[in-house]
């Protein structure tokens, strides 16, 4: 094979610190290699252009380009070598930006590790085999897991683009957290209003099935072509005939259930409809709190149903849905700052989250919409919001910023004034971030013309005194202590991710990190792609986000997948495991041992040998290392191609 | 019942003084438990707060020599009642750790010190080591009828990852003893607050508002009295109650308790035992008020 190598300088920076002409003097010198020379911008297009000039001048073979990382521009390089004529797997990539000029500053040793990499990049090039991926069909349907605001805005968009929608909700309700808040910043227009309607489309479009009260039980395959098992709880309530009266609520005895759209202000009967508007409108019985279903007695919900619904035998179903793609929108849960014995670690009735404020704040709440302190009803005067609880503090492991807390706040500091015109209202912050189109002019609103008190500091500590609560804490701007008689504390509580984020995302096997918030495919270039083909994300699951970010999402996921279904055919991606059957002894380990289910057993003249289904592999290469007679090889990175590396680094 | 708790026994300076009735309590209580203590021989100051302020190293080295007398008495672990003491000698277990630091200190010493030693204070063995429902059993006289607040200081239990025994916002485990003893506990809000403590010396205002809002509060929820676990809070606020009455124009009259005081009471020992009589601000009359309830519950029984 003739072997081109092209070693880029990146502008400065891998020229800086890598004698780049120095590599491609040393490269001339490899055996197989004809042509050799440094550039300025390989992936320029005049760069670009002296690869395919190259190849056709010198008749090359194959081509190694020492530049970047392969994450960065293999795939540009691949198309340029196709576009000379060669296959594109002929190519072969030397990282020595990343790996080299990045991380070191002796010129000499890193010109020398960069001709190291070249050596190794040239001898696997060697052994490289044109490789020609296969063409498969796809179903252009899509899941999406989770129904709120993004989940809801992907369906939409992609129901609308002419896609067959699977939506998957866990709740009895579409809606989310936006279902929950009372208005929305910067406008402090209502969020059911807006929602509704959304939430309705939902029901209502024809390209739409909507799961609710269900959940992922399994999911198999790949893009294209996913196979997912859905649990569908049992809700001990027939949905098709359930017309969402609500008379099974209003007569039910079992009067103490927990209400958890509510935020749990109060409580709910144990069968239920979360709320009024809520998608689909049916009730359910929560067994935990249903004396027939604890104790075999009650069954008044069977009497009064008009339409005869009730089936207290109800048992999970599952149902078996394939689609070709997958949009995750499961969104966020609350920091739990119980934690926090200074805020009284859940002792004092009157310390509540700003989410159950925001349930007393809305008019179908709980409290009918007035703000009543929970310990005795009564109206409060002093309202103190607490920033930051589970944000940007390292002492409880949310070193991050939630990032739309600041904004609700000063929403909330809002809505108190104009539901108690005598209140007055404290924040304490630690810094106002307000940075999305007139969000600051919404915070200076309510400190200016709403005359909200913000004191820069944290609270050290909050005690009842008498029927207040007494918040002590410190004013940083003006170097003292503050004390604040309160009689409602509002702690803005930080995001996490969902309580079940991590166990979902091995499901989708989708990387998440610390925190459990899942991992875009790049943090600037793909924020809606994960690693895997086919899957995407939209809102906060993947970070903390307020409506307008989550909705962008939702729209950039669907059309993604839109983009991706746009195509007949998929090509799968041809580095994946390839059995010798001559060598396969039908041991079967590899079949154990694949993560993915890729591997099968097959009859091969009365022989049972190993056999790789193509489209399934994802090349991890788990297989090859486990088969004990090297039968079984991941193409593009074989055994013999790894030895040659390290035969080239070790030769001296 | 458990009798093979047996421990290093470090009284500390203010045991011999101020705090007399704290050691006096605590010998009596353990005696009474069947906990053995073993005074540390030739024990000296742990350093206290002006060791510790002025030089790390000279202050360690106190601290040092007490854990060294405790490892050559074929001990692993040492209690001591007071909590000032308690985090010297944790500090300089912790201190002593890095080696550059271990060589200065011993280079101060005679010989080398061990200070692996694990070292708890009274209050933690009797409830992690001894139990409270152990405890609870051995009550012979329980305190029916006291109404009682908790008060821990901000010491005890801090800093959390170096003191490691209860919660540092939300400590329980006196409020836990006083229940198992039959008290009637209210919760004290400001139960971890400072006391002022050494400022009563250079700036006796900051004691007098501090202390101050501890009793104001402490009468607020109802308390009849405190217990403490410390003998710097409770000195500022038995002691100087008088100054703080007079600094604040208040009127209190609360008996300050240390808990091993009211757990030996209720064990059965006697008021002497205890130097009830060592308390500036009388408990006579809560004392009195207390026998004559269980005289009176008993005889309607």
């Not at chain 1, 739990?336 to 926090?340: K, N």
């Not at chain 1, 396969?584 to 079967?588: M, N, P, Q, R």
């Given at each position: 094979m003739k072997i081109g190598v092209f070693v880029c300088h990146c502008g400065s920076n891998i020229e800086a610190t890598v004698d780049t002409a120095a590599v491609a003097a040393a490269a001339r010198e490899f055996p197989g290699v004809v042509f050799a020379t440094d550039t300025m911008y390989t992936c320029s297009e005049p760069g670009q252009d002296e690869i395919v000039e190259a190849i056709k001048e010198h008749n090359l073979g194959g081509v190694v380009v020492a530049s970047c990382t392969p994450r960065m521009h293999e795939q540009t390089f691949r198309r340029t070598v196709e576009r000379a004529g060669l296959n594109k797997y002929l190519f072969e990539m030397a990282n020595i930006r990343e790996h080299v000029s990045w991380i070191g500053k002796d010129r000499e040793a890193n010109t020398n590790k960069s001709v190291d990499l070249v050596r190794m990049a040239t001898e696997k090039l060697m052994r490289n085999r044109a490789l020609h991926p296969k063409k498969f069909t796809i179903n252009k349907r899509v899941l999406v897991i989770g129904g709120g605001v993004a989940g809801i805005q992907a369906a939409l968009d992609c129901a609308d683009g002419g896609l067959e929608v699977v939506l998957v909700e866990k709740t009895t309700t579409i809606g989310g957290k936006m279902a929950k808040l009372d208005k929305t910043f910067p406008t402090v227009d209502c969020s059911s209003c807006i929602l509704g309607p959304r939430m309705v489309d939902v029901a209502q479009h024809p390209n739409i099935t909507l799961y609710a009260y269900a959940e992922i039980e399994e999911i198999n395959g790949y893009v294209g072509n996913f196979e997912i098992k859905v649990k569908k709880k049992a809700t001990y309530v027939d949905w098709k005939n359930c017309t969402g009266c609500g008379i099974c609520m209003d007569k039910c005895p079992s009067k103490k259930a927990r209400d958890t759209f509510n935020e749990e202000i109060g409580f709910t009967k144990a069968i239920n409809i979360p709320f009024p508007q809520a998608i689909p409108k049916k009730a359910k019985i929560d067994p935990e709190f249903c004396t027939m279903l604890k104790k075999g007695k009650c069954g008044v919900c069977a009497k009064v149903c008009p339409s005869g619904c009730i089936d207290y035998e109800m048992k999970d179903e599952f149902v078996t849905e394939k689609v070709g793609a997958i949009v995750t929108a499961t969104g966020f849960d609350l920091f739990?700052?119980?934690?926090?014995g200074e805020y009284g670690g859940g002792r004092y009735p009157d310390v509540i989250t700003s989410l159950q404020y925001e349930r007393m704040l809305s008019a179908s709440g709980p409290t009918g919409g007035h703000i009543k302190r929970p310990s005795d009803g009564k109206e409060p005067k002093n309202v103190v919001f607490i920033q930051c609880v589970g944000s940007r503090d390292k002492s409880v492991g949310r070193p991050y910023c939630t990032g739309f807390c600041c904004m609700y706040t000063a929403k909330q500091a809002i809505l108190t004034k104009d539901h108690l015109p005598l209140s007055q209202s404290y924040v304490f912050y630690m810094d106002i971030r307000a940075t999305g189109k007139l969000y600051d002019e919404f915070t200076r609103r309510a400190m200016e013309e709403y005359d909200t008190n913000y004191i820069r500091g944290r609270v050290s500590m909050i005690y009842p005194k008498g029927d207040k609560l007494l918040v002590r804490g410190a004013d940083t701007l003006m170097g003292t202590q503050v004390e604040v008689d309160a009689d409602l504390v509002v702690l803005a509580v930080g995001a996490e991710a969902s309580a079940g984020a991590s166990g979902l995302a091995e499901k989708l096997r989708i990387s998440y990190d610390s925190y459990g918030f899942y991992m875009e495919g790049h943090p600037k270039l793909k924020p809606v792609e994960t690693n895997t083909a086919g899957v995407y994300l939209a809102g906060a699951c993947q970070g903390p986000k307020d409506i307008p970010s989550s909705v962008a999402q939702g729209s950039a996921a669907a059309s993604k997948v839109l983009g991706l279904f746009s195509k007949d055919q998929l090509e799968s991606d041809p580095q994946v495991s390839m059995v010798d059957i001559k060598r396969?002894?039908?041991?079967?380990k590899c079949i154990q041992t694949c993560p993915f289910g890729a591997i099968k057993e097959i009859d091969f003249r009365g022989m049972a040998k190993a056999d790789v289904i193509e489209t399934i592999c994802q090349g991890c290469g788990i297989c090859t290392s486990t088969c004990p007679q090297g039968a079984i090889q991941l193409q593009h990175a074989t055994d013999n191609q790894i030895l040659s590396e390290v035969n080239a680094l070790c030769q001296f | 019942m458990n009798t093979s708790l047996n421990y290093a026994y470090y009284p500390g300076c203010s045991s011999t003084g101020t705090s007399i009735e704290y050691d006096m309590s605590s010998r009596a209580v353990c005696a009474a438990l069947d906990i053995k203590l073993t005074d540390v021989p030739d024990w000296n100051c742990c350093g206290s707060t002006p060791a510790h302020t002025v030089d790390h190293s000279l202050s360690s080295a106190l601290s040092a020599r007490n854990l060294d007398q405790v490892s050559s008495m074929g001990l692993d672990s040492c209690i001591t009642p007071c909590p000032s003491c308690l985090a010297n000698l944790k500090t300089a277990s912790h201190r002593m750790e890095d080696k550059a630091f271990r060589d200065k200190v011993n280079n101060l010493l005679e010989k080398p010190a061990n200070t692996n030693i694990s070292t708890k204070s009274v209050l933690q063995i009797l409830v992690e080591d001894y139990g409270i429902e152990n405890i609870r059993k051995r009550v012979v006289k329980p305190l029916n009828g006291l109404v009682v607040g908790a008060y821990y200081g901000c010491i005890l239990n801090r800093p959390p990852h170096l003191m490691q025994f209860d919660d540092r916002e939300h400590p329980m485990a006196m409020d836990n003893i006083m229940e198992a003893l039959g008290a009637t506990v209210v919760p004290f809000p400001l139960k971890v607050e400072c006391c002022g403590a050494s400022f009563g010396i250079p700036r006796k205002d900051v004691v007098m508002r501090l202390s101050g809002k501890l009793l104001d509060t402490a009468e607020a929820i109802g308390a009849q009295a405190l217990v403490t676990a410390c003998p710097l809070c409770q000195m500022n606020l038995d002691m100087r109650q008088n100054q703080i009455n007079h600094a604040n124009g208040s009127h209190h009259n609360m008996p300050i308790f240390y808990f091993t005081q009211l757990l030996g009471l209720a064990l059965g020992l006697t008021e002497k035992e205890l130097g009830m009589n060592k308390l500036c601000v009388s408990p006579r009359t809560l004392l009195d008020a207390m026998a004559n309830g269980e005289n009176l519950k008993e005889k309607a029984a």
């Open positions: 739990d700052w119980t934690v926090y396969c002894i039908g041991c079967g | -």
